[in-house]
């Protein structure tokens, strides 16, 4: 039963997530009869599966909303915003609810009791009765002009014995039919076995159902396309002239013409049992597992790769290649199952953007691009928060008051955009705003007076906006319960720099801030660089690589300011042995590994470089976290542990022990 109560849980809170979806597309375009219907299809369903596992208290709460949008669905209310803010706040409470099916505590019954009497209020205003229905009141007239639209569905429905098994209860089907329209539904017992020969796990009963309802076919299947090829499904469509004359529903036997001797029916659907199943829904402990073993197999695949090197016999050579060739095939299908589309975290913003703008009293216009962009499922759920910190300074710090941005030249409201997109191997996701921008120098001067740099200090405009990530550091003016506590931001780009992400930020004041987070596709296995320093491996990440070559190769290296010329063009190196404190080897012999920083070019010196390596990912442990350089360890072929270099943190370490040292 427990299995069951997950798969309620779980069903429910993608439902509701959908169910707010719509709600804010509903605001934005209130006379859609599709979103509408897809409100109540939501809020009906939640209600059928709530009171078939004896969730009462919900089943109860969501047939009051259902109520109010049959009014709406009906024609006899208007989507208000009143009813919109009421209903959002009712679907924040049925989260929890869902989320906490068997907790009624005090919290809950109060806010319970305050959104009925809201719904009644508002309702009585608009001198509506909830306890009746909205088909009582229409008008004759208004019958007539609903009946023409409706179409007339016969449905065979006989699920395969061993449907259970999969977690799928045919009555939560039935409930979404009923939600389409007027349902008359008759339950067929007659291959139902003595009771000395049921088996409880079996599903005996078919079910004959007449549909009269304005959706499309499509609607009506996709209610059964998760047990497409579990059942036997029949679908006729009855046409309008021969409805009344045609289809009888006598005792508990439905009986319709034989649709090859009029043309009154066309079969849309017959039966059939070689249909394949096109999607399934995996938990997600499932995918972190097959990652898991991937990753595994992927570092047992280096070992093998070393002993065919260490034994050259030609077919232990040919298996390590088949392998290696299948690994990686099978590494790219377990990532593009774990690969989630952007757009599917992107509601809560929705919603913070339209419930903090109201608070704020601002008008903002939140607009998407790219959301079909794919990320690590594992990348997204670290992003969350962070994007939501970041919206929050956008809105409170950067759009400005209506008085303001028309005193500016501007429109009215606000624009934020959420813009994602794939650039080589990595995804991008801007937030760009139009509002007040953010001034460098007021950054500088501030960075100046907590003493974090030297007053004659030269810094391009990239650098002072790095400031901005610093602890504490905060140029608000005012502190309110939004934002302006100077603890924030830091926490973001540590967030970030966790799923080994980077973030930057430019603007211009009066016309708006951009802020860019790279990230790459996947967080568990890298392309990387294994390079050897002071006697000990390291890898490289890859995507931050732009060349190597050897020193000898260079036209100078100057050890007293840490620069080398390279192309004509000075390029400022860190000596990986002299960072970790190691005995560094003669010049002539190391090789220098050329990469990016900030979008400059940087040099990292290393004894020598071994070759491309593909890393597993693997945390140092709770003694190491403190460690801010390394990402992470990998087990390499021989069974040596490799440290993985996250450069970016080199480099910012470096320069901050320099930026230091001047100040003092």
């Known amino acids: 039963m427990e299995q069951y109560k997950d798969n309620y849980i779980e069903e429910s809170l993608e439902l509701l997530s959908e169910l707010e979806k719509a709600l804010l597309l509903l605001e934005i375009t209130p006379n859609d009869p599709e979103l509408i219907q897809e409100v109540f299809r939501a809020l009906h ?61 005090q919290v809950l019954s109060e806010t319970h009791l305050a959104l ?51 977690g799928t209860n045919p009555l939560t089907l039935l409930a979404e039919l009923q939600a389409l329209g007027n349902c008359q539904i008759v339950c067929n017992t007659a291959d139902v076995p003595l ?51 045609n289809l009888q529903v006598r005792g508990s036997e439905l009986t319709a013409p034989d649709p090859f001797a009029t043309a009154a029916f066309e079969k849309v659907i017959g039966s059939d049992k070689s249909n394949v199943i096109s999607s399934i829904r995996v938990p997600s402990e499932k995918l972190d597992t097959l990652m898991s073993l991937v990753s595994e197999l992927i570092t047992l ?121 794939c650039a080589g191997t990595n995804v991008y996701i801007e937030i760009q705003d139009d509002g007040k921008g953010i001034d460098p120098e007021k950054i500088k001067a501030k960075a100046i ?38 603890v924030g931001m830091d926490v973001v780009k540590r967030k970030i720099e966790s799923i080994r992400g980077q973030i930057k930020i430019s603007s211009v004041v009066n016309r708006g801030t951009t802020i860019t987070i790279k990230l790459p596709i996947t967080v568990s296995i890298i392309d990387g660089l294994l390079v050897q320093v002071s006697g000990a491996p390291f890898v490289i990440p890859l995507s931050s690589v732009e060349r190597c070559l050897e020193a000898p190769a260079v036209q100078q290296i100057s050890r007293f300011n840490k620069v080398l010329i390279l192309d004509g063009q000075q390029v400022p190196y860190i000596d990986l042995a002299e960072e970790f404190g190691g005995s560094p080897a003669d010049d002539r012999s190391r090789e220098v590994v050329l990469a990016y920083f900030e979008e400059k070019r940087i040099a990292f010196m ?36 490799a440290l993985v270099l996250d450069t970016n943190k080199v480099a910012e370490q470096y320069l901050q022990r320099k930026r230091s040292a001047h100040v003092s």
């Not at 299948?326 to 790219?332: G, V, Y």
């Open 195 to 245: 009771l000395e020969n049921i088996e409880p796990t079996y599903c005996y009963t078919t079910w004959d159902i007449t549909l009269q309802t304005e959706a499309e076919l499509e609607a009506i299947q996709k209610i059964f396309v998760f047990v497409t090829g579990q059942c036997t499904l029949d679908i006729t469509i009855v046409q309008p002239e021969a409805q009344q004359d």
């Open 45 to 105: 369903t939640i209600k059928g599966n709530s009171s078939m596992f004896g969730f009462a208290i919900v089943a109860d709460f969501t047939h009051y909303l259902e109520s109010v949008y049959e009014y709406i669905r009906n024609g006899q209310l208007k989507i208000t915003k009143p009813i919109l803010n009421i209903t959002l706040a009712a679907v924040d409470h049925l989260f929890t609810l869902v989320k906490h099916p068997d907790d009624h505590n």
């Open 606 to 641: 290393v004894d020598s470089v071994l070759g491309k390596f593909q890393a597993v990912l693997k945390p140092l442990g709770l003694l190491y976290q403190t460690i801010q350089n390394i990402s992470g360890a990998t087990i390499l072929g021989d069974g040596n542990i």
């Open 116 to 166: 009925n009497a809201k719904m009644d209020s508002l309702l009585k205003e608009l001198n509506v009765n909830p306890a009746e229905t909205g088909s009582q009141f229409l008008s004759a007239s208004q019958n007539a002009e609903l009946s023409s639209k409706l179409k007339t569905y016969v449905i065979h429905f006989a699920p395969h014995q061993n449907i259970f098994y999969n």
């Open 449 to 486: 007076e907590k003493g974090l740099i030297a007053k004659d200090e030269a810094l391009t405009e990239a650098e002072i906006f790095n400031l901005i990530f610093l602890p504490g550091f905060s140029t608000a003016e005012r502190i309110s319960t939004i934002s302006g506590r100077g």
């Open 301 to 421: 695949q280096a070992k093998l790769g070393t002993l065919a090197e260490q034994n050259p016999q030609s077919e232990l050579l040919g298996v390590s290649e088949s392998f290696e060739k299948i690994l990686t095939r099978l590494r790219d299908n377990a990532f593009s199952l774990c690969l989630v589309p952007v757009k599917t975290m992107l509601t809560p913003f929705n919603r913070l953007v339209r419930d903090l703008a109201g608070e704020l009293n601002k008008q903002i216009e939140f607009v998407t691009e790219g959301t079909d962009t794919e990320l690590d499922k594992n990348i997204i759920e670290g992003l969350s928060d962070p994007l939501m910190h970041l919206l929050r300074n956008s809105i409170d710090h950067g759009i400005e008051d209506e008085q303001t941005r028309v005193s500016l030249g501007k429109r009215k409201q606000g624009r934020i955009l959420f813009k994602a997109y």
